[in-house]
C-alpha cells in the first residue's frame, strides 16, 4: 500500500513537472505556521481576508454628472401612465355600479349586459382621459419648473401641482381657475408635507407607524 502512495505522488509530481506546477506540498501544521501580513484575521472557509469582500463604495456605475435618483423627466412616464390605468381601473369599477344600479329592474339577459358592458368601457376611458390628462400636465409643468429653476425640491411640486389645477379647470372660467388651483395647492402641499414629515417633527410619518 505504501508503494501505490508513493507511485500516485511520484505520478502527481511528474504531472506537475510536466505542467510547471511541481511545487513542493506542505502539511497544514506547516503552513498555520507561515505569517501572513496584512492579512488576518483569514476566514476558516474561504482562506481569503474578509476585508477584501467588504464594500464601501456603490454597487454600480453612474455615468459623470448623472444622479442616484431618477428625475422628474424618468419619472413622468410612470406617471402618467400609472395614472391613466388607475383611471381605467376606478372608472370600470364605477361604469359597473352605474350599470347594475341603472339596469336592476331589467332581467339578466344580453340587452342587459350589453348596456353594463357599454357603462364600464364609458367610465373608464373617461376616468383613464381624465386622469392622464392631469399627470401629463403636472409631469410637463414639473420638468419645465425644474429646467427653468435648475433646482429639484418642494417647491417645483407645488408650483407644479398648483398650475395643474388651474389649467385643469380653465375651461370654467376666473372661479373654476381659482377653485383648480386651489385643490391643487392643497394636493400638492399635502405631498410634500408628507415627504417631509421626518425632518420637520423628527419622526416617521403616521402611516407607516
Request: aromatic content about 8%; glycine content about 14%; hydrophobic content about 40%.
Amino acid at each position: 500500500m505504501d508503494n501505490n502512495s508513493q507511485g500516485s505522488g511520484g505520478f502527481k509530481a511528474s504531472l506537475g513537472g510536466l505542467f510547471g506546477g511541481g511545487a513542493p506540498e506542505y502539511s497544514n501544521t506547516e503552513l498555520a505556521s507561515v505569517p501572513l501580513t496584512g492579512m488576518s484575521p483569514l476566514s476558516p472557509y474561504l482562506n481569503v481576508d474578509p476585508r477584501y469582500l467588504v464594500q464601501d463604495t456603490d454597487e454600480f456605475i453612474l455615468p459623470t454628472g448623472a444622479n442616484k435618483t431618477r428625475g422628474r423627466f424618468e419619472l413622468a412616464f410612470f406617471t402618467i401612465g400609472g395614472s391613466c390605468m388607475t383611471g381605467a381601473t376606478l372608472g370600470a369599477l364605477n361604469g359597473l355600479r352605474m350599470g347594475l344600479k341603472e339596469t336592476r329592474d331589467m332581467a339578466w339577459s344580453k340587452p342587459r349586459n350589453v348596456q353594463i358592458i357599454n357603462m364600464v368601457t364609458r367610465q373608464g376611458a373617461s376616468w383613464a382621459n381624465s386622469l392622464g390628462s392631469v399627470a401629463l400636465l403636472y409631469s410637463a409643468f414639473g420638468v419645465a419648473i425644474e429646467k427653468a429653476r435648475g433646482a429639484e425640491d418642494d417647491i417645483n411640486t407645488v408650483a407644479a401641482g398648483t398650475l395643474t389645477g388651474m389649467v385643469f379647470k380653465s375651461a370654467g372660467g376666473l372661479k373654476g381657475v381659482a377653485r383648480g388651483g386651489l385643490v391643487g395647492l392643497a394636493l400638492s402641499g399635502a405631498y410634500a408635507l408628507y415627504n417631509n414629515w421626518d425632518h420637520i417633527t423628527g419622526s416617521p410619518p403616521p402611516s407607516s407607524r
